[in-house]
Nanobody
Framework: QVQLVESGGGLVQAGGSLRLSCTAL????????MGWFRQAPGKEREFVGRISWSGGNTYYADSVKGRFTISRDNDKNMVYLQMNSLKPEDAAVYYC??????????????????WGQGTQVTVSS
């Protein structure tokens, strides 16, 4: 079992930036593919981005491409989501997830084995 913990959420004005972090408690995630998802009230949980275990490959939803960047520091057992040029529609609870088997469908919630509890991101106009 892997317990993931997100941090860094908060309130930011439109156009601002925020950096989210994800780590695991008592377990290394350095060899896991990691994903970020988000869920707004009344909406389905949606894919945001994904990073390979080495950090060499990243994938993003079209809605965040060019604004969000996923990175990782395996020596520190950390994964990050840098969010720039935030829009009100980016407001959601953001979740970190781990894919232990590097599954094919990178955007599906069913491809991930462990999830954090989420961190709230609020964007004001």
């Amino acid at each position: 079992q892997v317990q993931l913990v997100e941090s860094g959420g908060g309130l930011v004005q439109a156009g601002g930036s925020l950096r989210l972090s994800c780590t695991a408690l008592g377990r290394t995630i350095s060899r896991y593919v990691m994903g970020w998802f988000r869920q707004a009230p009344g909406k389905e949980r949606e894919f945001v981005g994904r990073i390979s275990w080495s950090g060499g490959n990243t994938y993003y939803a079209d809605s965040v491409k060019g604004r969000f960047t996923i990175s990782r520091d395996n020596d520190k057992n950390m994964v990050y989501l840098q969010m720039n040029s935030l829009k009100p529609e980016d407001a959601a609870v953001y979740y970190c997830a781990a894919d232990l088997r590097d599954r094919v469908d990178r955007a599906s919630i069913l491809s991930y084995d462990y999830w954090g509890q989420g961190t709230q991101v609020t964007v004001s106009s």
